[in-house]
């Protein structure tokens, strides 16, 4: 079998493992409680086309959840096939998963959130619970991604504008913004306005969102158009500025446009603590371009300053160097990543797919 590690250059005192091969277009990735446990749940993987698999700690992978579209997809890169089920996080509490995805209503496109209830201790789909549907959406990408449970129990997702740039500024759209609300779908009595689920707006396709724990924020990668492609730390009743300067409020942005997928911060012992909370942001660029190139299919690594205001130092983790097509969608907090196939990370090692 070839040696996929031999792909991708990694940052020096690292080595890639690879966990779990087969996938087919996996998106993200969401580790259960962290730990590497046999035959057990280790973590799940979203695949574009409507699939979610989960990995155990053996590395054995298994169907979780199938046929979760009710569309067909068109498979064209970059075009209508970048769209399907992309964001899954794990509630740390009950174990269900989130999923965001597309569906289409009659002509219509639209986004929701789900949430997964397993049977077979995580292994498999018990039943799907709709938390937020009916939300404006184009099948060309810029949907809703990245569901998060924040530090306060609740469930946040980022949407993007949709292609209807003028609903970003619409506070009764869900469009272009930061979404907050109850793990059963409910307005939090806290939120920004309390008759509204909007946390933050100005968005134009936000694609990942991670939590800090040193400074309990969220911060989250938002993909520009012909430039601008930024990292912006999330404040309540925030303006991030889109349609207008992407650079808004950011606190990093790319001039050369990378499309930066996820972002995670290293925050626990798998990485020597001189990394500590470092800033991993995968950059996905022309991903369907085959060989090396100037664009994406990379990791690279950020410092930001004491105010998190500003980013520090920049460099390269990962970058592929095949001769194939290749992404890298996520890196986590257990430092996995999804490349051709799929990623993980713990120690010094980083678990490649």
Known sequence: MEDLTQKWWIYPGF?????????????NIAFTSGERRGNKPFFYVTELY???????????????????LNYEPTYEFPGSGESGVTGICVDPESKDLFLTMLYRNGEEWKTKVVRAKSK??????????????????????HHAHSPTIGFDDKLYFTTGDGGVWEKVQDDCDLRGKVIRLTKDGKI???????????????????????????????????????????IVRVKPYENYGWPGDVRKNAIFWWHYTQAPTNLAFMQNDAFPPQFYDHLFVALFGEAYREGMGEKGKRIVKLVLNDEASAVESYNDFVIYQGE????????????????????????????LE
């Open 324 to 351: 194939q097509q290749a992404h890298v969608v996520l890196p986590l907090v257990q430092m996995g990543f999804t490349s051709p196939t799929c990623t993980e990370k713990r120690e010094s090692e980083v678990f």
């Open 120 to 141: 077979r201790g995580g292994m498999e789909l018990k039943e799907l619970v709709t938390v937020i549907d009916d939300i404006p959406a184009t099948n060309w990408a």
């Open 188 to 230: 939090p009595w806290d939120n920004p306005d309390p008759d509204s689920l909007v946390y933050a707006k100005g968005f134009r396709n936000p694609f990942g969102a991670t939590w800090r724990k040193s400074d309990q924020n969220l911060y989250v990668a938002d993909n520009g158009s012909d430039y601008g492609d930024r």
């Open 15 to 27: 080595d890639l493992e690879l966990v779990a091969t087969g996938l087919k277009l996996p998106v």
């Open 50 to 68: 409507g699939s979610v698999k989960v990995v155990t700690g053996s590395g054995e992978v298994h169907t979780y959840a199938d046929n979760l």
